[in-house]
């Protein structure tokens, strides 16, 4: 079984749609991220998540909301989606190991959303 | 701003040709860097991470350096072969911010 898994692994809505993406992990790590894909612009995180109680905001986190709803979960939410949210989206967990500069991140297969 | 920038955007060799591909970043306070592989339509799978400390990784046919100073970093693939195609993006982890910054990839493409 993967480590990370991210459900739908592919979805088509309509604008004005919430959408839920979600995200469970196997591996025990603390930190949880989403980020969003786009061709040409590589990955941009929206946002993370060093516990439960932590959520931060990454570099395009309007239009987007999350919940940590335990250490293995992390779910990622557009109250109201519009078509440039069209992307690929990915969830990674990573964990400190006693050592901060050994950090890996580790992802899951990706959700492909479209907007129209 | 912590700028990621790998030259260049695609790449096509033959096969059992060595190459080397190119990551540079702009702020040199990073915690690491690392190397991800990417297939289509897939999920990222690290290949190599470089501590802030280190000068290079290795793993089977690939070699990462790291040159904080300059701010640039290389991936070097030996006798590569068509498995090898795929996208491969470096990232760093910046001091303070514990955020991860991406490069938008090289594509590569390896000739049977």
């Known amino acids: 079984d993967a480590d990370v898994t991210q459900t739908p692994r592919n979805r088509i809505t309509k604008t004005g749609k919430r959408i839920m993406l979600e995200c469970s992990q196997t591996k025990g790590h603390d930190r949880m991220y989403w980020y969003r894909q786009d061709p040409g612009l590589g990955l941009r995180l929206i946002y993370y998540?060093?516990?439960?109680?932590?959520?931060n905001k990454g570099e395009i986190s309007d239009g987007y909301s999350v919940s940590r709803q335990a250490q293995a979960k992390f779910s990622l939410s557009l109250e109201s989606a519009i078509p440039n949210q069209t992307a690929l989206y990915f969830c990674a967990t990573s964990d400190l190991a006693g050592q901060r500069r050994t950090d890996t991140q580790y992802f899951g297969p990706g959700t492909r959303l479209t907007v129209l | 701003k912590q700028e990621v920038t790998q030259i260049p955007a695609a790449l096509s060799v033959p096969e059992g040709e060595n190459l080397v591909l190119n990551c540079s970043f702009t702020d040199s306070a990073i915690y690491n860097l690392q190397w991800f592989r990417q297939d289509p339509g897939k999920g990222l799978t690290s290949l190599l991470l470089?501590?802030?400390?280190?000068r290079e990784q290795t793993s089977g046919r690939l070699n990462a350096s790291l040159d904080k100073s300059s701010g640039r970093s290389t991936l070097y693939i030996a006798a590569s072969q068509p498995g090898d195609s795929a996208t491969y993006l470096c990232a760093v982890l910046n001091t303070g911010g514990f955020k991860t910054i991406f490069g938008a990839g090289t594509r590569l493409f390896v000739k049977a």
């Open positions: 998540s060093f516990d439960v109680k932590d959520i």
């Open positions: 470089i501590q802030s400390s280190q």
